[in-house]
């Protein structure tokens, strides 16, 4: 069964750090581009479902959203075939629901992170 399941989301005070993972089995996700995405909270009208950052199916073409640029670090583990989100200095607005995906559309169920003093 082609999978992908996220885990690490958590509640963090404002200025904290998390560390999201994406586990992909069924499947080997080093074949493709990866990306995290976020979909906004619903008091936050209009966000929809936002680009964090993306890494290629080698660990190059790391991309990232000005919003997350310098405290976000997304990196990937061939081998254990695991995706990571490393999110620094987190504010209240990372606030969400935070997907992975392949290239191909493949998501998992997302994982809840809520940045709250």
């Known amino acids: 069964q082609v999978q992908l399941v996220e885990t690490g989301g958590a509640l963090v005070q404002p200025g904290g750090f998390l560390r999201l993972s994406c586990v992909a089995s069924?499947?080997?996700?080093?074949?493709?581009?990866m990306r995290w995405v976020r979909q906004a909270p619903d008091w936050a009208p209009g966000k929809g479902l936002e680009?964090?950052?993306?890494?290629?199916?080698?660990?190059?073409?790391?991309n990232y959203s000005d919003f997350v640029k310098g405290r976000f670090t997304i990196s990937r583990d061939n081998i254990k075939n695991i995706l990571y989100l490393q999110m620094n200095n987190v504010k209240s607005e990372d606030t969400g629901v935070y997907f992975c995906?392949?290239?191909?559309?493949?998501r998992g169920q997302g994982t809840q992170v809520t940045v709250s003093s």
């Open positions: 069924g499947f080997g996700s080093s074949d493709y581009d």
């Open positions: 995906f392949t290239n191909t559309g493949i």
């Open positions: 680009y964090i950052a993306s890494i290629g199916s080698g660990g190059d073409r790391i």
